[in-house]
């Protein structure tokens, strides 16, 4: 069984820029969240996507975006880049159906804005 | 809104000592309650859950009990190795099935030293 992975591992950018930051869920996955961590806090919840739609977004401006693809794999956008968006960012997948969905992390992408 | 509040850190123990690490939080409704460690350079591995009061969530020699009464979730290690070196995340679900966003607290630094 894979387990979910982030692209790319590391990133550097400059304020104004655009990025894109990419995830691919578990297998068996059809859920993905996404997750802000600045240094030495907890993480963020930034949005969740299912099929393919936005299923619940957190305290973010609209310069976060996100997709979801039918494959269930998931970008996060992020325009306009500020200082503060500095993070490790991660992706999180999970299965619906019922009962308690347990979210399962990716290794994440850190973001430095220069 | 929901709140998850950990004991502060960084703890720092020596080999085989007992680990607790406080927990509460604040919700309504009945939420579900995680333990997620993080290790140096990696994204968030599930440690143990509970999804119910009265729950004992056990992985890998730890545990931790859900209190309704005193809204706690406190994780316990009878003899710390330095392997459990890493930082450790308190989590909430607002629901006991689904899929919403998680509530972290701030992470508490753990190392310990042979």
């Known amino acids: 069984e894979t387990g979910v992975t982030q692209s790319p591992t590391h990133l550097i950018k400059t304020r104004g820029q655009q990025v894109t930051l990419r995830c691919s869920s578990q297998?068996?996955?059809?859920?993905v969240s996404w997750y802000q961590q600045a240094l030495g806090q907890g993480p963020q919840f930034i949005f969740q996507?299912?099929?393919?739609?936005?299923?619940g977004r957190g305290n973010f401006p609209p310069r976060f975006s996100g997709l979801q693809f039918p494959n269930y794999s998931s970008e996060l956008n992020v325009n306009a880049l500020e200082l503060d968006d500095s993070a490790l960012y991660l992706c999180?997948?999970?299965?619906?159906?019922?009962?308690?969905?347990?979210?399962?992390f990716g290794p994440g992408t850190r973001l430095l804005v220069l | 809104g929901d709140s998850v509040t950990q004991m502060e850190g960084p703890v720092t123990l020596s080999e085989e000592a007992f680990l607790t690490i406080n927990c509460t939080y604040t919700?309504?409704?009945?939420?579900?309650l995680f333990w997620y460690v993080q290790y140096p350079g990696e994204g968030l591995q599930l440690l143990l859950k509970?999804?119910?009061?009265?729950d004992k969530g056990s992985n890998k020699g730890f545990e931790a009990t859900y209190r309704k009464e005193t809204t706690s979730f406190h994780l316990e290690k009878g003899s710390v190795q330095v392997s459990d070196s890493a930082v450790y995340f308190c989590?909430?679900?607002?629901?006991?099935?689904?899929?919403?966003?998680?509530?972290f607290g701030t992470g508490t630094r753990l190392t310990i030293i042979p």
């Open positions: 509970a999804t119910k009061a009265d």
């Open positions: 297998s068996g996955h059809n859920t």
């Open positions: 999180a997948s999970s299965s619906t159906g019922q009962g308690l969905k347990t979210q399962y």
């Open positions: 996507y299912y099929r393919e739609e936005e299923n």
């Open positions: 989590a909430l679900n607002p629901s006991n099935f689904g899929n919403e966003k998680l509530t």
């Open positions: 919700a309504t409704g009945y939420p579900s």
